[in-house]
């Protein structure tokens, strides 16, 4: 392991750790911080250690990246809810779920590097997916301000949609890389645009309409936006054809004005949008808050630890990007849209450099979901489009969300491990060939 490689890894931890610093001086807490903090940097480095000892030829930024936005959700999370009431252990159950997604993501690591063998399974995969969602319907289900997303365990209550998506990313990837060139021909059309054989498309139509469906009655509007885009976005990708795109475009504005005449919360989303001052100590308050916080934060922010953003209701998790904003400033907000962007540029990376159809529609799909989330959350709490109410992966309070990101994350390591091992063999080639020549 080079010393290049590491470095990305230490910065990450370090500047962390600059972060819980600074709140033992603003908040006077010299002994959570530094708890947190050691926790925090010991799981994320020994399972990048674990990492680069058995994927020595995977992507060794994705790590230090995950470490950077875990490392500023858990010291924003520890900031907003040290020694308020009710929500003082949300810091704890960050962490604790930080440690469950490292050790998910190491057992992948550990047992899934032949991972092609998913796609052997991706009917099963569908299938599991689909019962995730529909889970929520069972008494088992449960309802958290006006959308019924929870599943209550005992112990654990998770959201069955974050780990959902990812299985039904592995059915798309495994299905369309099969049937590519069956769907990119046609052969009748719809409203003037081409499609397939309703035998091939069949399959995925079933399996998209059932979630999307499920998710609609589920009002679970963010996650139903990904569920539609990121399977569309696969399918153009597989085949090319700029038709279904076109077609999904009509389908997403219909069915957006089907559920907003449906349902009343969405009408009361779409409002506080458009006119948050209507209601601005009910409906706009969250939105009119987040609103203030940003411009409060200016462009050098009021400090980690000195802005109002706990005035912002469930600020943890849906708003967690306005409290950075509002501490960190411009300049702090945009290193972190940085850091997503090169995320997404890694994975983007990956999926080209991937050697099967399978693994690029894989990255590719996970890649495009893990993009959207953030833009559609960023977007919610700039007031540039209405709020979902999805979690900021990595940075944003929420057990289901952090586990979900470190399984998406460990697939594209695989699948960066063996294109950069063929990388690394041709290179190897061909100096071995210059060499004798």
């Known amino acids: 392991m080079t010393q290049r490689a ?89 962490a604790i779920w930080i440690l469950i997604g490292s050790g998910t993501m190491f057992l992948m690591v550990l047992f899934f590097r032949n991972y092609h063998r998913l796609f052997d399974y991706k009917y099963l995969f569908a299938f599991a997916g689909v019962f995730l969602i529909a889970s929520t319907f069972t008494p088992l289900g449960y309802e958290v301000n006006g959308a019924r997303l929870w599943v209550d365990l005992g112990p654990v209550s998770f959201q069955p949609s974050e780990f959902a998506r990812i299985a039904l990313i592995v059915f798309f990837a495994g299905y369309l890389a099969e049937k590519r060139d069956l769907l990119a021909a046609t052969s009748r059309s719809f409203l003037g645009i081409q499609i397939p054989a309703i035998k091939y498309f069949g399959p995925v139509a079933l399996v998209w309409a059932a979630s999307l469906g499920l998710l609609v009655f589920e009002k679970d509007l963010g996650s139903s936006l990904l569920f539609f885009a990121v399977p569309l976005l696969m399918l153009y990708a597989a085949t090319g054809r700029i038709a279904y795109v076109l077609l999904g475009g009509i ?86 849209l940085l850091a997503f962007l090169i995320f997404v540029y890694r994975g983007t990376k990956i999926a080209l450099l991937a050697e099967d159809d399978a693994s690029k529609l894989l990255v590719y799909g996970l890649t495009a979901m893990f993009a959207l989330q953030t833009l559609v959350i960023v977007g919610g709490v700039t007031k540039a489009i209405p709020l979902t109410g999805i979690t900021l992966p990595f940075v944003s309070y929420g057990g289901s969300s952090v586990v979900g990101n470190f399984i998406l994350t460990g697939l594209l390591l695989l699948v960066s491990e063996k294109a950069g091992r063929r ?12 060499r004798a020549s």
């Not at 590491?6 to 603003?26: E, K």
């Not at 858990?74 to 949300?90: A, H, K, P, Q």
Request: glycine fraction near 10%; charged fraction near 10%; proline fraction near 4%.
């Open 6 to 94: 590491t470095t990305p890894m230490i910065l990450a931890l370090l500047v962390t750790t600059l972060g819980f610093a600074t709140l033992i001086f603003v908040q006077e807490a010299a002994s959570p911080p530094l708890i947190y903090g050691a926790y925090y940097a010991g799981t994320l480095f020994v399972l990048y250690l674990g990492v680069r000892l058995l994927l020595p030829h995977s992507d060794v930024l994705l790590l230090p990246l995950v470490t950077l936005l875990t490392g500023l959700g858990l010291v924003m999370i520890f900031r907003l809810t040290y020694n308020i009431e009710g929500v003082e252990s949300l810091a704890l159950d960050q």
């Open 251 to 336: 389908l997403f504005s219909l069915g957006s004005l089907v559920t907003f005449l449906l349902f009343d919360h969405v009408q009361v989303r779409v409002q506080a949008w458009l006119d948050p001052w209507q209601d601005p100590d009910g409906t706009g308050f969250q939105i009119l808050q987040s609103i203030f916080n940003i411009a409060d934060g200016g462009l050098l922010g009021t400090g980690l630890g000195a802005g109002f953003a706990q005035t912002i209701p469930e600020v943890e998790t849906d708003f967690v990007f306005s409290a950075i904003a509002s501490e960190l400033g411009l300049l702090g907000a945009t290193a972190v």
């Open 423 to 434: 990388e690394a063999e041709g290179r190897a080639y061909q100096e071995s060939d210059w």
